[in-house]
């Protein structure tokens, strides 16, 4: 089955076929011709079955299809879908999947989430976009404050309910439910369905199709996979002795942030080992090039972000190394799949600190397995070392140790306003 086959029209396909995707996965060869139908879907999927495609595709295809016959009437673009989803990377995700789908499209789309100030969320919202990814606390905070409103939505998707259940998102939920117009098509995903998302769905959904898939978790059991526990200043020093004592051909290495990867790179090429980072800010020539080069054997490591290492298809990819362990397990499981294709044996190492210790554990439940320890490294409790950098210092710009500080005499220290946790 092919994406053409499923209806899917060539400005989408071509931005697919760039993106390297040859075929549909079981969500979308299930989902894509239901909702390209205009019907409801009930999805029971969880994130790394391919899902975000799966609704984003129909959605932008509706858009892209609706705005071309509707050329003479073009005033300031209104929220037509919404897309509902738990946390904030999520978000940042499926809006990143909306640009990348739909990059020849024209359809605009943008990402709201709370921790952060609004205000160039609210420019972006003014402006006019056709596609609104958000989370709901801030999505409720900014239709009470007229920034948004909802009464234009024709699609709207609700992402991991079971996650904002049990976030306690329910009464948010709720209030967005009631601010959506009735006659729209509403997409409706899980990972798992007990009665409270049966019960919610049903509030939401007319008559729904529903599909299931689950996802290929025994990834887990092809790759060899051990755990180094770390300090976060460690790590790099630990990458780099491992590239340098363990046989290791081409290396994938994630990390959390593009700052992140390019910092790696930079200390990698201190320490002479060929490395190339790849990421979102990168151009799209750039990011040819190093993914060129990796696969030629030239550069022997790539550095890169979760979402830029989607579509990188290199067969012969003999490590994965998880500098930073994702905080969603199925990541995990999606990234260490980049080893070990085709019966080829792949090993994943990942770097854990002592923040993260709470990831790996979601994860070992994910995988239903305990992954090895490796405790014997010389970076386990590493500190940088704090004299020789100041040695490094001309001796009047070196800093000055503080006294220690006394509670009588000091001012006391104002406290930090409380900061609202990311909804
Ligand atoms: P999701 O479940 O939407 O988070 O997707 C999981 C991963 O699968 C992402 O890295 C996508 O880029 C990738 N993906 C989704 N659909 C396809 C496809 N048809 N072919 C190859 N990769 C895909």
Do not use: W
Request: with cysteine.
């Amino acid at each position: 089955m092919t994406f053409q086959q499923l209806g899917v029209i060539d400005p989408i396909l071509r931005a697919l076929t760039a993106e390297g995707y040859t075929n549909p996965t079981p969500i979308q060869e299930q989902s894509i011709p239901i909702l390209l139908h205009g019907k409801d879907l009930l999805g029971c999927a969880q994130t790394g079955t391919g899902k975000t495609a799966a609704f984003a595709i129909p959605i932008l295809q509706h858009l892209y299809l609706k705005r071309q016959s509707n050329k003479t009437h073009r005033g300031k673009r209104k929220i037509k879908a919404l897309i509902v989803t738990p946390t904030r990377e999520l978000a940042i995700q499926i809006g990143e999947s909306f640009s990348i789908y739909g990059e020849h499209t024209g359809i605009k789309n943008t990402v709201i989430f709370g921790g952060v100030k609004q205000g160039a969320q609210t420019k972006i919202l003014d402006q006019g976009v056709d596609v609104l990814v958000a989370t709901p606390g801030r999505l409720l905070d900014l239709i009470g404050q007229g920034f948004i409103s909802l009464k234009g939505v024709e699609y709207s998707v609700l992402d991991e309910a079971d996650r904002m259940l049990d976030m306690g998102f329910i009464h948010d939920i709720r209030k967005l439910i009631a601010l959506l117009p009735v006659k729209r098509q509403s997409l409706f995903f899980s990972a798992t369905m007990p009665p409270d998302i049966i019960a919610l769905s049903r509030k939401i959904l007319g008559n729904p199709e529903k599909v299931s898939v689950t996802p290929d978790q025994t990834t887990a059991e092809k790759v060899e996979q051990a755990v180094y526990f770390v300090s976060k200043p460690g790590k790099t020093k630990l990458l780099i002795h491992l590239l340098k004592t363990i046989s290791m051909d081409s290396v994938l290495v994630f990390s959390r942030t593009k700052h992140g990867a390019n910092k790696i790179v930079k200390l990698l090429d201190r320490a002479g080992i060929s490395a190339e980072a790849i990421h979102s800010n990168k151009s799209q020539t750039a990011r040819q090039r190093a993914l060129g080069n990796f696969k030629s054997g030239e550069t022997k490591v790539l550095v890169a972000t979760d979402i830029a290492a989607r579509g990188i298809d290199v067969d012969e990819l003999s490590h994965v190394v998880n500098y930073d362990l994702p905080n969603i397990s199925e990541t995990y499981v999606h990234r260490i799949g980049r080893t070990g294709r085709a019966g080829a044996s792949g090993t994943a190492l990942s770097f854990c600190n002592e923040e993260e210790k709470a990831y790996l554990r979601d994860i070992e439940k994910l995988i239903k397995q305990k992954i090895n320890v490796i405790s014997e490294h010389p970076f386990l409790n590493y500190k940088p070392d704090e004299t020789a950098k100041n040695a490094a210092v001309p001796y009047g710009l070196r800093k000055k140790s503080r006294p220690a500080k006394t509670s009588g005499g000091n001012r006391p220290r104002r406290r930090r306003p409380y900061k609202r946790r990311d909804t």
